[in-house]
């Protein structure tokens, strides 16, 4: 298995500028985590699915942000408009209910100017 | 509610010397602790869980119950050691979700 996939590694914009993520978990997981990594704040939990469906996204800073899971296998986080103070990293993880935790992905590592 | 706090940002040592980077957590119930490490700009990684009580890369925890604590301890750090390390705390009713710290950054000079 390659793990869990994300793409684009690096993804540079202009402020107002449509972001998306996106993510493939490991084949068989049936959960999926979005987290950002920023200095100031260490990981955040921005949202989770379960079977494909959303449980929590209380982390989701703004309206900007959404995220979906059309299917088990592909997950998409979106930022629109983004904005500087979006700029992170943002990782994927994926898991089984009674996993050893999580596999994160490399992440993204998003700048927005 | 649960929570896991590391107590130190930071936290610096020489090559050779033990090391301890502190995890407390606050959760009524019986939870599953581990720590996760990054290396400087990779993936998060698994490093321990308390259940299977192992040892890796020289690294222990144990769960202290009494003390709410899953302290992560090394007896001789390696410069290699170097990371952000994370402790995280997942509940026993709650399967999936894992709560993390807000991570310590271990430096070890040569």
Redesign the interface.
Known sequence: DAGVIQSPRHEVTEMGQEVTLRCKPISGHDYLFWYRQTMMRGLELLIYFNNNVPIDDSGMPEDRFSAKMPNASFSTLKIQPSEPRDSAVYFCASSLVTGTGYTFGSGTRLTVV | AQRVTQPEKLLSVFKGAPVELKCNYSYSGSPEL?W?VQYSR?????LL?HI?RESIKGFTADLNKGETSFHLKKPFAQEEDSAMY?C?L?RGST????Y????TQLTVWP
Do not use: D, H, I, T
């Open positions: 581990f996760y990779q993936r998060l990684q698994l869980r299977s994370y995280a997942r399967l999936g979700r894992l993390f710290g807000r991570g």
